[in-house]
């Protein structure tokens, strides 16, 4: 059964910092893409930050770069999500998502129940 549980989401003031993690079992997490989403109150769900399985390489949505900071340990099964310098608009619930594929050609989306970040004053 594949699993993805969040954690580390919370109240904090603008400027401050939150360490977000995603522990992920079910699945061979190396194999696995890995994002953060975020949706706000009446918005869409947007991707924040992604990390490949092999190369480790990473995007980022313009609006939290030199900010956020995604990175995966493979050893432990999880992925984090590093926020500095939170702003009122990183509000939102946050979701882990993995995506990989299949030795039949199918591609597998796994999405976490979320963590909600709040940041205010």
């Known amino acids: 059964q594949v699993q993805l549980v969040e954690s580390g989401g919370g109240l904090v003031q603008p400027g401050g910092s939150l360490r977000l993690s995603c522990a992920a079992s079910?699945?061979?997490?190396?194999?696995?893409?890995m994002s953060w989403y975020r949706q706000a109150p009446g918005k869409e769900r947007e991707l924040v930050a992604s990390?490949?399985?092999?190369?480790?390489?990473?995007n980022y949505k313009d609006s939290v770069k030199g900010r956020f900071t995604i990175s995966r340990d493979n050893a432990k099964n999880t992925v984090y999500l590093q926020m500095n310098s939170l702003k009122p608009e990183d509000t939102a619930v946050y979701y882990c998502h993995a995506v990989r594929g299949t030795s039949v050609g199918l591609t597998l989306n796994y999405w976490g129940k979320g963590t909600l970040v709040t940041v205010s004053s």
């Open positions: 990390i490949t399985s092999t190369s480790g390489s990473t």
């Open positions: 079910g699945f061979t997490f190396s194999t696995a893409a």
